[in-house]
């Protein structure tokens, strides 16, 4: 008589916790990747889908920060700036634009933040071989994201950045922060647009789940413009599916997850090691 199998061998009272914290969640990608990455090392680790309504933010955070065998969290939207105030250390680049993605607990108790996006962004068109030095930009949206890649992004030297968000006042700082990054770049602040643009990059969550808007209120773009969008899922988003309808070249959310998740569990694993205390 075959053994009957009663358990799973991928988690056990050893396992060491991660989480991706968010409202919503369902979009998410990391449980998948970041549990891939950090088992591909022989971690026992998993990270997990953690559904924070905005309203219980600041109550519920601190307590889950007391968690013992959590060693480290994600942040999406729309908590990538409210979470900073959790951390004891920042690093440089959360530091530059005022957000994070990733905390992760050091041995001695301490939170440490840094942001990731932006280099993951920068590292998805690394890999396709589409150079942002020299290019014509416009970035719409300015959030914990969009402020990481508006910085990685100044840090390539385009020849003209154009930035939208929302928040006209977010909008001149980065301006001003991309300005000081690149002297060299053209930056202005206004409306979205793809005339003179040769990449369009979008940060904001429009298009995100089952959201049908278009985060640029055209029908048509021209076919030589690059397409960016941050938003996981869907992965082919409204703003992707002109892009590809007009035969533009199109980078995807997910390209920008693979690009920083090797990031960001090498900063989980080398800030909770003991050497890190």
């Known amino acids: 008589m075959a053994e009957v199998q009663t358990q799973v061998d991928f988690v056990s009272g050893r396992t060491r916790l991660f989480g991706i914290v968010g409202d919503p969640i369902e979009q998410v990608r990391s449980p998948e990747m970041a549990t891939f990455e950090l088992q ?12 924070v309504r905005q309203a219980d933010f600041d109550r519920a ?10 060693d480290g969290l994600i942040f999406t939207i729309p908590y990538k700036a409210r979470a900073l105030a959790l951390a004891q250390e920042i690093g440089p680049q959360a530091r530059a634009v005022g957000a994070l993605n990733a905390l992760a607990r050091r041995p001695d108790g301490r939170w440490a933040a840094e942001i990731f996006d932006g280099i993951g962004c920068v590292e998805a068109f690394r890999r396709r071989g589409y150079g942002l030095a020299g290019q014509r930009v416009m970035l719409i949206g300015l959030g914990g994201a969009g402020s990481a890649i508006c910085a990685a992004v100044a840090s390539e030297k385009p020849r003209t950045m154009r930035l939208f968000d929302l928040d006209g006042a977010r909008a001149e700082h980065m301006a001003a922060q ?13 409306p979205p647009t793809v005339e003179h643009i040769d990449i369009l990059f979008n940060a904001s969550p429009v298009g995100m789940l089952d959201d049908p808007r278009r985060p640029i209120e055209l029908d048509r773009l021209p076919p030589e413009l690059i397409v960016f969008d941050a938003i996981v899922k869907p992965e082919r988003t409204p703003l992707l599916a002109l892009a590809e309808a007009c035969g533009c070249r199109t980078v995807r959310g997910r390209e920008m997850m693979n690009g920083q998740m090797a990031k960001i569990v090498d900063f ?10």
Request: glycine content about 4%.
């Open 61 to 70: 955070m601190p307590e889950i920060l007391k968690i013992h065998n959590l």
């Open 178 to 190: 991309a300005r000081a990054m690149s002297p060299a770049t053209e930056v202005s602040v206004g």
């Open 40 to 51: 591909r090392r022989g971690l026992d680790a998993l990270l997990l889908p953690l559904h």
């Open 268 to 277: 989980f694993v080398r800030t909770t090691s003991p050497a890190a205390a």
